[in-house]
């Protein structure tokens, strides 16, 4: 078979490349050797912003297209971007009071209009922003969102799958050469495909990739490790914190699925395989917290880690923490085109995938910039309540109150749920929940509990429309409820999985 565009890699760029080149019409077959975002893109701060601290590196377009990402993004999938409140306690020693104050005036306006409230400083009615720290109520108030990173990656695979793009998990790449106007490739499943044009978005991996392809590259690229740890929740409050390090660093604190997410570090490696954190790195991001926090933490209080390595663009920066976030895409054209993807990050997934665009040749303009994501459209259906069984087009109020108007449909209408099911699955679906829960009732059920509040039902949308194939991919990634689950929890779940997947047809 012949397509126009393969794209290798199923993290974020990838998946938004595939989704952006669908919707052009163009034929499309992303593989990935392992699960979508299974790696950097499920292992980010997971976070949806313009980047305050860039502007200390004079990166301001960068800084002007996230935040005009942020925007789109906050309404093109409300249920799964929220609306964060940040906090930056104050230190002179390390920025002066204007200096933090002219960033944070340019970030408000940088990016054009905002449906996110304008930074302020921190005043004596912010008791509760105060109270957990050490230095009261000095600082800053701004705000950013927060974004689960691996369904997010998912609900670009999902709009490119249903535009006709084929996503083909646990598929690598194994041989491809240029014949003629076209390339030949050979996959792991045993295929032999002609695509023609090729896009390396292996991320960690795109020079490896170049090598084995026989490419001469002009760019460089830098791995660098980005860990984080989780911890028993550090103070009451949906808001999060930015604290100033001594090494001129930002270490952020964000509630995480009941608890504190505490991150990030920035280490160079020399491999991709290497995304691990190690001992210097937890007590690295517990010395961040206990310089700000009264409550300290410990490396014995670490609940969970993760670690990503970043695949930025060398820009011949010497500082890790000052490597840009930007994107370069680079075309060879020496025959049937290859675009490599060097750098990006979450944020601007979507405008790379524009540019991607442009860059191929294909499609006559954008064509995803008002879009909404699966889940984040107007859906079919009797729902009931004041977004009428909706999320609503037209003007937009905040995307926050958006979800919490859907969140009050769905309780409603599916009060078997419960309070903490129907936020998580709301959240996760939005309005794809019409679709999986067609027809069922509180009589019917969801199928047994298979831990964590997910059912029967859900596990099995979750394989059937999220390829999702292991235990893993559904706990991890298509879900965080492994994070909630004991070792013998985790168990049954697999041991249920295993043995429903041998009964599909």
């Known amino acids: 078979m012949t397509y126009d565009l393969l794209i290798v890699g199923g993290g974020i760029n990838g998946c938004a490349i595939a989704r952006e080149a669908a919707l052009h019409g163009a034929s499309v077959l992303l593989v990935e050797r392992d699960d979508l975002a299974s790696h950097t893109s499920s292992a980010s701060t997971k976070l949806i912003h313009g980047g305050l601290r860039y502007l200390e590196h004079y990166e301001f377009r960068l800084v002007a297209e996230g935040l005009r990402e942020r925007e789109r993004l906050l309404h093109a999938a409300p249920h799964l971007i929220r609306p964060l409140t940040f906090v930056l306690p104050h230190d002179h020693g390390l920025r002066p009071w204007w200096m933090v104050r002219l960033g944070l005036w340019l970030y408000d306006r940088l990016g054009g209009k905002s449906s996110l409230p304008a930074s302020r400083g921190l005043s004596a009615s912010d008791a509760a922003y105060a109270a957990p720290l050490k230095g009261g ?28 793009a084929e996503i083909a998990t646990r598929t690598a790449l194994e041989a491809a050469h240029r014949a003629g106007d076209h390339w030949l490739v050979g996959l792991s499943d045993g295929r032999r495909v002609e695509t023609r044009m090729l896009v390396n978005a292996a991320g960690p991996w795109v020079h490896l990739l170049l090598d084995r392809l026989g490419i001469a590259t002009r760019s460089t690229v830098r791995l660098v490790k980005g860990s984080h740890i989780v911890v028993p929740r550090l103070y009451e409050g949906d808001h999060a914190y930015i604290l ?15 608890m504190t997410e505490v991150g990030t570090t920035d280490v160079p490696v020399e491999r991709p395989e290497d995304a691990g954190i190690d001992a210097g790195e937890v007590a690295y991001l517990c010395d961040a917290i206990n310089r700000h926090f009264t409550r300290r933490i410990a490396p014995a209080d670490v609940v969970a880690t993760w670690s990503g390595v970043r695949p930025l663009y060398d820009d011949g920066t010497s500082a890790a923490q000052a490597v840009t976030r930007d994107y370069v895409l680079e075309l060879d ?11 990006g990050k979450i944020t601007t997934a979507r405008q790379l995938a524009e540019d991607a665009m442009a860059k191929l040749g294909i499609g006559a303009g954008p064509v995803t910039r008002n879009r909404p994501f699966p889940g984040g459209n107007p859906c079919p259906g009797e729902g009931r309540g004041p977004a009428g069984g909706r999320f609503e087009t037209g003007p937009r109020p905040s995307p926050g109150k958006r979800f919490e108007e859907y969140l009050a449909i769905v309780r409603a209408r599916w009060p078997f749920l419960g309070d903490e099911r129907s936020i998580r699955m709301a959240r996760a679906y939005g309005t794809m ?16 509990d298979l831990g964590g509040g997910i059912t029967e039902t859900e596990a099995r949308w979750m394989r059937a429309r999220e390829w999702a194939v292991t235990a893993d991919d559904a706990l991890d990634r298509r879900s965080k409820v492994g994070l909630h689950l004991t070792p013998e ?3 049954a779940f697999t041991r249920w999985w295993e043995a429903d997947k041998r009964r599909e047809p």
Do not use: H
């Open 489 to 491: 929890q985790r168990a």
């Open 244 to 258: 100033q390090q001594p090494d001129r660093r930002i270490v952020f604190a964000i509630p995480y699925e009941g």
């Open 137 to 164: 109520a000095k600082g800053f108030v701004y705000a950013d969102a927060f974004v689960d990173d691996a369904r997010l990656t998912l609900l670009n695979a999902m709009d490119a799958a249903v535009n006709g």
């Open 433 to 448: 929940l019409e679709e999986m829960l067609a027809g069922i009732t509180e009589e019917a059920g969801l199928g047994a």
């Open 333 to 343: 054209a020496d025959g049937p085109p290859l675009l490599s993807v060097f750098g």
